[in-house]
Structures are given as structure tokens and as C-alpha cells.
């Protein structure tokens, strides 16, 4: 038996020649299936070894356009020499107007050079499936989640924070259009001690309006947003929760210019403030930093072109039980024990380096806890799959997030942790400086503001997400060739420009007639641009499967300048009908693929620049 691959490494379903799906490749993928399967009929070839035939695109043109190593694959099991077993195959494929020649290369590889004829139906195809081109069923069936900026609702969100956002809506966007079922989450941390020394840096910019005089903690949020809520707060309410700066402070931890620590001081500033407003006002202070952020990071995805299926609140979770549901599975598995007052888990078990603390001596569960609750409700709610985007500071966590699920019975293997690296933005050659807590960071929305959507969108996704990044603000804003995401969109919008002059000049577009007479395009420029065009469900395959939306952005640069170069070298607008039916035809292809790439980036597609 022989099965063919869909180059995801996966056995897919064979494709019809004549199914409006196929691509080229799948279709030498099936001339060669033929061929073993009548190798096999003649005792050329074994039955049942089952081997998988992977065809792939060549690196360089004088090795054709397709290469398939199933000889090397088969040589040692049927003890043959890879080349001979390669020679068998060639002769026994089934005979093709698409190929015009096969060549064995190397110690094996079977090569295929395929007729300007094979790629125009690429054009077809695109022009028939328009927004549709290039999407598969790769992962169809199979639920996928993705959580990702999962910023702590503390402040606004940094530049660091737009990479995250950029990759991962766009890794959900390559998810769903491979087939996938994708659930797109925010995971709110509402629940921790950031929020409470939120809370109360809020309440002491409110004290300082109300007129109260004191030195602000040192480890506390000193943004203007944080003024500015304190002074909602201030507005709202009067001096409703006004208490006085000697009652607060008096005999409180020191802070660190008096000596002390100044974690442990904002600590004991938190429970004085929880004691002297009491539950119910400590929420309502609590609740409105927590909202005043909340919106404006909501505000600040849409606006960036990225939106969720779910906002999932910490605090729910826990209110829910979850947290202590997930601490009883734990204790069932033996992997808890109880030492000094509080809980832990023996993630040592599982290669860690120390164990871990579940529940403090003073009975508050830990953001580890908490972490492993949620963990455990993604996989309840039935994902197939579940990728976490998280910060690169965040990866001796991931082993312990991983032990603690094999700990309570579920699949470690069904968690994908993607770990991304800051953007480094410069501007005139210098690095710009952030900070959360003390306030000095460039903001997305700052961001956004100088550059565009367009270009921060782009740029984000143009490395690898654990590959450094540095943000050149001024390439970003350049309008030229050396700006990738400026290069790709003029491609778009020179397209719409050549219908303009086609309108100028009192010519028609009979894209019937074009259809007509593709076989018309067999200048190298036309066969180059058709044959990129053709690999773009190939891209959208592999950028889901290994995760990398870069794989797509530097395709779309690539396409730009096949494109350019086309439109450099040749003359579209030209007298002859049939000529110039046919080479807009590949045009309005090639920008309806431009415009499908960019829309999975989050980029815009103009019609003029």
C-alpha cells in the first residue's frame, strides 16, 4: 500500500486528478502512487511496505520544479540501488501533458519539469476561488486554541506586547484557513497580587488629589494612566475613601530608600489598604483600574485589527472552583505535599528544578495554581490542541506548566508553548526604553500612531517568534523598496493602476478570453510569477504546520517582486486582445493573492498609494 503526504508528514486522502482542489504537485504525487502501484502488480515492487510519497518544490530551477525521494525511501527495504529503483519508477509513470521531463539527480531524487501549460490553471483556479484560494482541510476536524497578549490589565500594552498580539492573531488566522477550528482567547490575570498593588497605587494618587502628602512606593505602578484613574476616582467619588497619610503609614514595613524591601512594603501597603476601606470599597477601587485598563486594552486590539472569541477572567475561574478542583486531582496523582504551612507540588518528579508552591502558609493559592486550573479547563472544554503565546521571559515555566498536567492525568503533548520575543524598537538608531511599572514605555497605541497598523502588523511578523527583533521606526515609515510591507502593497495597488490605464487607453478586460489564450504566457517573467503563485496553499500549509507566520510575509515579499520585475520588463496594456486578455488575467490573479496574504497578516490591500 502507498499513501501520499500532503507535506505535513500526515497520510492524506489521494486527490482526484480532476478534483478542482488538486494542485501540482498532488498531481505528481498521484503519477507516482501509479507507478508504484504497478510496480507492485508486476512483483517489481513488494506489497504492503508502505511507504509515504512526499513531493516537494526544488530549490533551484536546474533540478526542475518538483523533487520526490521515495527511491531512497524504498532502496534499503527492497534492497535496491536508490538510482536503478529510481529509473523503475520513472518508467512505469503513467504519462502526462503537465510533465515534460523526469531526471534522476543525486544519489536518487526523482525530478520533474513541468510545461508553461501545468501552471495556467493556477491562474484558473485563483480566479475562480478568489478569497478562497489557497485554504485546505489540513486540519480539519481538530479544535485548536489559541491564547495569546494575556497582558497583566496593569497598564496600557507596550511594543512587546504588539508582537504577541500581531503573531498571534495572524498563526489564528493560517490555523482557520487550513481547516482548523479555532478559538481565539484573552486570559484575563484579574486575580493576583499585580492587580492589588494596582489597586493600590490607584488609591494613593486618589489620596494625593484628596490632598494627603507621602513618598509613593517604590515598587508601586507610577504611570500617567495610573493618575489619571486616581483621578476618575477622585472626580467620582469626592473624599469618599479618603484616609489620612500617618494612619496608613504608621508603623508599615519601611520601603527601600528607608532601608527596607520594597516588596515587602507594597505588600503590607496593600493589606493596610484592604483594612482601612474595607471589602466592599477596596473592590470598587480594585474594579475600576481593572475596568479603566481592561478598556483600553480591548480598544487597543480592535483597533489593531485583532479580536477574540473569549475574554476569560482569572477571577471567574477561580470563583468557580476550578483552582481547588485542579489541587484535589494533584493530591490523587501523590504528587503534593504539605511543608512549612503551605502546599506543594513535587514538580522534581518531572525534572524541575525545585518544587513549587501551590497554596502559601497563608492559605492564598499561587499564580502556578491558578495557571494549572485554567490549563486544565482548556483541555476539559475539548481542544484538540492548545497553544499558549507567552513572553520568552516565560520559559522555565513551561516544563512546569507540562509536569503539572502529566501529573493530573491529561496529555502534556496537546499543549503547544510558543515563546516570543520582545520587539526592540529604534528610532534615529537609538533603543527605546519600557517599563510597565515605572511608567516609561512606548505604548502600541504610540506605536500604531507613528508607523500604521499596516506596517506594525507586518513588521512583527517578519522573524520567527524566538528570534530578537529590532523595530526600525524609520524603515517602517519610509515609503520605498526597502520597506517590506510598503513594497508588498504598492505590488497591490500598481495592479489596480494598470486598470486605470487600461481604462485611460478605451481598453476592455474579457477575462473569458483571457482564460481562453493563457497559453499565450510563456515569457520566463510570466512562467516565474505563476509558478509563486502556485505556491501559495503550499505557504499557508506549512506557516500553520510549523507555526511561523514569517514563512507567509517574506512569500508575499517575494511574489512583490516577481511581480515588479514582471511589470519592469513587459508591456501589459499591448494591442494584441488575446495577449493582453491573458497577461491581466495573471495580474488580477497575482493581486487577488496579495490581497489574500495580507488579509491573514491583519495588513491592508490599497488600491492606490
Known amino acids: 500500500m502507498v499513501t501520499t503526504s500532503g507535506g505535513s508528514g500526515s497520510p492524506v486522502e489521494s486527490v482526484s486528478l480532476n478534483h478542482p482542489n488538486h494542485r501540482l504537485k498532488h498531481h505528481i504525487e498521484n503519477l507516482i502512487t501509479s507507478a508504484l502501484a504497478g510496480l507492485e502488480a508486476t512483483g517489481a515492487l513488494p506489497s504492503g511496505h508502505g511507504a509515504t510519497v512526499t513531493v516537494d518544490h526544488t530549490k533551484s530551477k536546474e533540478h526542475g520544479d518538483f523533487a520526490c525521494n521515495i527511491a531512497l525511501v524504498l532502496a534499503k527495504q527492497v534492497r535496491a540501488k536508490p538510482r536503478e529503483l529510481a529509473e523503475k519508477i520513472i518508467k512505469a509513470l503513467p504519462a502526462s501533458g503537465k510533465i515534460t521531463k523526469v531526471e534522476i539527480a543525486g544519489p536518487g531524487f526523482i525530478n520533474f519539469f513541468l510545461s508553461p501549460s501545468a501552471y495556467h490553471s493556477v491562474v484558473r483556479d485563483i480566479l475562480e476561488k478568489r478569497g478562497t484560494f489557497g485554504h485546505s482541510r489540513m486540519g480539519a476536524g481538530r479544535k485548536v486554541q489559541v491564547e495569546f497578549v494575556s497582558a497583566n490589565p496593569t497598564g496600557p500594552l507596550h511594543v512587546g506586547h504588539g508582537r504577541g498580539a500581531a503573531y ?189 508552591v501551590l497554596v502559601r502558609e497563608n492559605g492564598q493559592k499561587t499564580y502556578f495554581a491558578h495557571d494549572i486550573a485554567y490549563h486544565m479547563d482548556k483541555l476539559e472544554r475539548g481542544n484538540d490542541q492548545v497553544i499558549d503565546i507567552w513572553g520568552a521571559d516565560h520559559h522555565g515555566y513551561v516544563p512546569r506548566i507540562k509536569a503539572a498536567l502529566a501529573a493530573i492525568g491529561d496529555n502534556p503533548e496537546r499543549l503547544h508553548v510558543l515563546l516570543v520575543q520582545f520587539a526592540i524598537l529604534y528610532q534615529g538608531g537609538e533603543r527605546m526604553q519600557m517599563s510597565t511599572r515605572s511608567g516609561e514605555f512606548v505604548t502600541l497605541r504610540e506605536l500604531r500612531d507613528e508607523v500604521g497598523n499596516d506596517a506594525a502588523r507586518f513588521f512583527y511578523v517578519l522573524r520567527r517568534c524566538e528570534q530578537h527583533m529590532d523595530f526600525d521606526l524609520d524603515l517602517a515609515k519610509s515609503q520605498s523598496n526597502d520597506n517590506p510591507v510598503f513594497y508588498v502593497q504598492y505590488a497591490h495597488a500598481r495592479i489596480h493602476s494598470v486598470f486605470r490605464q487600461m481604462q485611460e487607453k478605451g481598453f476592455q478586460h474579457d477575462p473569458a478570453n483571457g482564460d481562453r489564450h493563457l497559453v499565450r504566457l510563456t515569457e520566463t517573467h510570466e512562467i516565474t510569477l505563476i509558478q509563486r503563485l502556485a505556491r501559495y496553499p503550499d505557504i499557508l500549509e506549512a506557516a500553520a504546520r510549523d507555526h511561523e507566520p514569517h514563512q507567509l510575509a517574506y512569500y508575499l515579499r517575494e511574489l512583490a517582486y516577481d511581480f515588479h520585475t514582471y511589470y519592469g520588463t513587459h508591456t501589459f496594456l499591448v494591442d494584441d486582445p488575446a495577449l493582453r486578455d491573458a497577461r491581466l488575467n495573471l495580474i488580477v490573479a497575482t493581486r487577488q493573492v496579495i490581497a489574500n496574504g495580507l488579509q491573514l497578516l491583519g495588513v491592508s490591500a490599497p488600491e492606490s498609494m
Not at 322 to 347: M, N, P, Q, T
Open 168 to 356: 498571534g492573531a495572524t498563526l489564528a488566522n493560517l490555523l482557520d484557513k487550513v481547516g482548523y477550528q479555532v478559538h481565539r482567547e484573552y486570559y484575563i490575570n484579574d486575580a493576583g497580587r499585580q492587580m492589588d498593588i494596582l489597586a493600590t497605587s490607584v488609591w494613593l494618587r486618589y489620596l494625593e488629589l484628596c490632598g494627603e502628602k507621602f513618598d509613593f512606593p517604590v515598587n508601586g505602578y507610577k504611570g500617567d494612566y495610573v493618575y489619571d484613574i486616581g483621578a476618575t476616582l477622585h472626580r467620582e467619588n469626592g473624599d469618599k475613601y479618603r484616609q489620612a497619610a500617618g494612619k496608613i503609614f504608621e508603623d508599615l514595613l519601611p520601603d527601600e530608600p528607608q532601608g527596607g524591601d520594597k516588596e515587602t512594603h507594597i505588600d503590607a501597603l496593600i493589606e493596610r489598604a484592604k483594612s482601612l476601606l474595607g471589602t466592599a470599597n477596596y473592590r470598587k477601587v480594585f474594579d475600576l483600574g481593572l475596568k479603566v485598563i481592561l478598556d483600553d486594552i480591548r480598544q487597543d486590539l480592535e483597533e489593531f485589527g485583532v479580536n477574540y472569541d473569549q475574554w476569560y477572567s482569572e477571577r471567574a475561574l477561580v470563583e468557580s472552583g476550578a483552582a481547588d478542583r485542579a489541587i484535589a486531582r494533584l493530591k490523587k496523582s501523590g504528587h503534593v505535599y504539605e511543608k512549612d504551612g503551605a502546599l506543594w507540588f513535587r514538580s522534581t518528579d518531572y525534572g524541575d528544578e525545585k518544587d513549587r
